[in-house]
């Protein structure tokens, strides 16, 4: 009988720590070769780690909530046969370029756990003894603060399904805004500390505030923003637009047998409009590169098409590989792959490499327009606003119609103000008169 420890591998991600979100072993459990250990948060992704060995789970040496450096010690598993490999073995990791594969991938060098966000205690979890659930829907309820006893299951042998606890978060959050917590009776509070008595018991901190460490997605995205706020010059533009015909045809599309199993939204549209739009502006689906012998523009004939998604994770820009291969069919089950995917946090990052252009859809918070800023390695974001019921004059006349606003921000190193105007308003036009993406 020997004893193997598990090092927290390096997933091929490029990142020097991940968080343990859940284990999915205990003590004394038996596992084989490939049964899954734990479950990791990068700053990109949730990633299932498999065992490279069989026996008996000895200690879990990092509990949830724990931030491990690659390389540090995560379990140990007691062996029924002297390793065939020394501790150094590589083990077998999700690959982090194909989702459905494996690749064998480095332990990386030595480390240690090197800090807590949150003790396993104080992580909020959803009451569900006694609820039939997977895993992955589990971890969806708490990162939507879903308490899985509260659901009303639909799965064939009773089970909650993803649709549940997705619908069913969907339902509570439209009451989030009813009331709004008062400020407390005393705004201002000054507290004396004795000079002569430094090392005196202190006052508790002031419970009006809390510090939040900044780690994973929140942490990756600020320096990203960061980045290119800083170093891409930002020009924005925005147009109003009539998108009463964009709304008859998605009417028309939800009502069609065709695009009956699959969500439609005005997104759909605003992605077929850039997809179009970029063919004709293709500058703004470029990228600024810059090397040993000098700044070069990249020009991609193709559009990985990101989509900004707000997720229990954080903010994530996955795209849609050569998106402009695809019919208004196959776009539509991109775009609401990419939605689900996100929303259960199993965007991979894969999912988020290489992307060419980025839409925001802030319409869906009630917003109008931004200035948003450029996804680093691209030149344009484009923004949709809401879509709202306005006065609008036709043939001289003020009707009522279904206006929205179109606004993006583009590197005005590559992109000059005409090409910016011109693209934005290209995108304006196919959300007036969708009929010009028959060409």
């Not at 060098?109 to 807590?116: L, T």
């Amino acid at each position: 009988m020997s004893t193997q420890t598990f090092l927290l591998p390096d997933v091929g991600e490029g990142l020097t720590e991940a968080e343990i979100v859940q284990w999915r072993v205990a003590p004394g459990d038996d596992v084989a070769v490939n049964d899954v250990l734990v479950e990791i948060e990068t700053a990109k992704s949730l990633v299932e780690l498999p065992s490279p060995f069989a026996g008996t789970v000895g200690e879990l040496l990092a509990g949830e909530g724990d931030t491990v450096e690659v390389g540090a010690a995560i379990i140990t598993i007691a062996t029924g046969d002297a390793p065939s490999t020394a501790p150094s073995a590589p083990a077998v990791v999700p690959d982090a370029t194909d989702p459905g594969g494996a690749v064998l991938v480095g332990y990386g060098s030595a480390g240690h756990v090197s800090s807590r966000r949150r003790a396993p205690a104080e992580r909020p979890v959803a009451a569900s003894v006694g609820v039939v659930a997977k895993p992955p829907i589990r971890k969806l309820a708490r990162d939507l603060g879903v308490d899985l006893s509260t659901v009303v299951p639909s799965g064939q042998a009773g089970e909650v399904t993803r649709e549940d606890v997705v619908q069913h978060a969907s339902q509570a959050s439209v009451f989030r805004n009813i009331q709004t917590p008062e400020w407390g009776e005393v705004r201002e509070e000054t507290i004396a500390v004795p000079s002569a008595a430094p090392d005196a018991a202190r006052p508790a901190p002031d419970a009006r505030e809390e510090s939040i460490p900044v780690r994973g997605v929140r942490k990756a995205t600020a320096n990203a923003m960061t980045s290119s706020a800083y170093s891409a010059p930002h020009v924005s533009v925005w147009v109003d637009v009539d998108a009463s015909r964009t709304m008859e045809l998605v009417k028309r599309l939800k009502a069609s047998p065709e695009y009956a199993d699959i969500k439609i939204s005005p997104l759909l549209i605003m992605a077929r409009a850039v997809i179009w739009a970029v063919r004709r502006t293709p500058m703004v689906n470029s990228a600024w590169v810059d090397g040993d012998d000098g700044a070069k523009i990249s020009v991609r004939h193709y559009v990985n098409l990101g989509i900004a998604a707000a997720t229990p994770r954080g903010l994530l820009v996955p795209n849609i590989k050569d998106a402009q291969d695809l019919n208004t069919r196959e776009l539509a089950r991109a775009l609401e792959k990419l939605t689900l995917t996100a929303r259960e946090g199993k965007t991979t990052p894969a999912d988020q490499h290489g992307g060419t252009i980025t839409i925001t859809n802030i319409g869906v918070f009630g917003v109008d327009a931004g200035t948003p800023i450029i996804n680093p390695g691209e030149v344009g974001i484009v923004a949709l606003g809401a879509i709202r019921q306005k006065p609008w004059v036709v043939d001289g006349e003020v009707r009522p119609r279904w206006v929205t606003t179109v606004s993006g921000s583009f590197d005005h190193r590559v992109v000059d103000g005409d090409g910016v105007s011109r693209f934005v308003a290209d995108v304006a036009s196919v959300l007036e008169e969708p009929a010009l993406l028959l060409d």
